[in-house]
């Protein structure tokens, strides 16, 4: 369960990291 709420929050960083690039390169 810790592991999975760690990947969970490392995906959203992610995501988040994802978004801001693509709404930079539009």
Excluded: P, R
Aim: aromatic share 4%; no cysteine.
């Amino acid at each position: 369960m810790i592991m999975t709420g760690i990947f969970a929050e490392q995906t959203v960083e992610v995501v988040k990291s994802a978004i801001e690039t693509a709404d930079g390169a539009l």
